[in-house]
Nanobody, 121 residues
Framework: DVQLVESGGGSVQAGGTLKLSCQAS????????MGWFRQAPGKEPEGVAAQRDAATYYADSVKGRFTISQDNAKSNLYLQMNSLKPEDTATYYCAARRRGSCLLDWTLYENWGQGTQVTVS
């Protein structure tokens, strides 16, 4: 099984930056789709960004502000978040999908981390 552990959340003021990390283990060196999702209280989960190899995908709400990346070993996934807004406040989750399209649809991902809280005031 894939294990995913997020870190890097916190509280920042609007306009600030945060970088989330997701340490992944327990999977072979295949072309997995790795993604970031978020969920605000009382709302459905929302896809933020995803990556498979060099291909990246972003939600319109974060384009130009957030950047997803992986290290060369594909053991760490990152989300650089710039120009943060109060509406970015949510619990952010790292997720992995072994096969299929790299869509920002949370129902398609089989493996999830425990989440990390991001609060923008």
């Amino acid at each position: 099984d894939v294990q995913l552990v997020e870190s890097g959340g916190g509280s920042v003021q609007a306009g600030g930056t945060l970088k989330l990390s997701c340490q992944a283990s327990g999977y072979t060196y295949e072309s997995w789709c790795m993604g970031w999702f978020r969920q605000a209280p009382g709302k459905e989960p929302e896809g933020v960004a995803a990556q498979r190899d060099a291909a990246t995908y972003y939600a319109d709400s974060v384009k130009g502000r957030f950047t997803i990346s992986q290290d060369n070993a594909k053991s760490n996934l990152y989300l650089q978040m710039n120009s943060l807004k109060p509406e970015d406040t949510a619990t952010y989750y790292c997720a992995a999908r072994r096969r299929g399209s790299c869509l920002l649809d949370w129902t398609l991902y089989e493996n999830w981390g425990q989440g990390t809280q991001v609060t923008v005031s």
